[in-house]
């Protein structure tokens, strides 16, 4: 069974989040960071296998989920990875490794390199990236809708959460099996929480950072052990742009899950939840 929801305060919002146990000593910490739109429950299918092995932290990033939703103008990437770093250093973990999915994955790279920095020091010991959302590209339709006044309207007034949670699934996932009425609810029940209105189209209309270019550039020079992970159907982040981080990140692997669109940890679980073990198995 899945630990409570627990919250503590991190860059003053309100943090949601589920750790599995305390770390013992040397052990690693692995944490998890999900997509646009989703929350910690994204991660169910891999969570409870991964948290037979390893302390696990799962976490709403700002303006999703149960996380807070302030009507301020801190969305962009770089507040997400500071909400982060603030939420890690209050919990104390030690020998972290971030696993970061789309957005998130986004999230994970800046919150690597805010961390790496020694006023933010964080003992970050490897990063997985699960289709990252990093380098240029066409928006998702789903972005791209939230950034449209005009459409975003349309979408929160006349269509329910459900609709929506599922006309999106149906565009992302490839294997359509996996789209079940549980799954849909995942996503579904925080589309018209309070505040999410808010929260999702400034998310949306920040989501390119300023700085793109500099944070793109940095990944040559990551020092950490990388693993990439792409669906081979993927059609939200290309499966070649997967491939590139997997060439400019110096010590990295690549792997492609078959039959798995854009959410293979969801599509395909358990071929990712073997890939992401023997990765995490190596670091010991």
């Given at each position: 069974m899945s630990p409570q929801r627990k919250f503590i305060t991190a860059s003053r919002t309100t943090m949601s989040y589920q750790l599995s146990?305390?770390?013992g000593p040397g052990e690693l910490t692995i944490?998890?960071?999900h997509g646009f739109g989703a929350s910690l429950d994204s991660w169910s299918d891999v969570y409870p296998g991964l948290s037979s092995e390893y302390?696990?932290?799962r976490l709403d990033l700002?303006?999703?989920g149960m996380s807070g939703k302030p009507e301020d103008n801190a969305y962009a990437i770089a507040d997400q990875a500071r909400f982060v770093v603030d939420g890690l250093r209050k919990l104390n973990l030690m020998k972290i490794v971030l696993v970061g999915h789309s957005y998130g994955g986004a999230v994970a790279l800046v919150t690597y390199l805010l961390g790496s920095d020694s006023a933010w020091k964080l003992d970050i010991r490897a990063l997985v990236f699960i289709d990252p959302a990093i380098y240029d590209q066409p928006l998702p339709f789903f972005i791209s809708d939230l950034r449209n006044p005009a459409r975003r309207f349309i979408s929160n007034t006349f269509t329910t959460p459900e609709w929506r949670a599922r006309y999106v699934l149906d565009h992302i996932f490839a294997n359509k099996t996996q789209i079940t009425d549980e799954r849909?609810?995942?996503y579904a029940a925080f589309y018209d929480s309070p505040g999410s209105?808010?929260?999702f189209a400034k998310a949306a209309e920040q989501i390119v950072p300023a700085n793109a270019d500099s944070v793109r550039d940095a990944i040559p020079s990551i020092a950490l052990p990388v693993l990439a992970i792409t669906g081979e159907l993927d059609t939200v982040v290309p499966v070649a742009?997967?491939?590139r981080l997997a060439l400019e990140a110096p010590s990295s692997s690549l792997k492609?899950?078959?039959g798995a669109g854009h959410v293979p940890h969801e599509e395909q679980p358990e071929e990712t939840l073997t890939t992401l073990l023997r990765f995490l198995n190596g670091l010991q």
């Open positions: 146990r305390e770390a944490v998890l960071l302390p696990v932290l700002k303006g999703f849909v609810q995942r209105h808010y929260s742009l997967t491939r492609v899950i078959a």
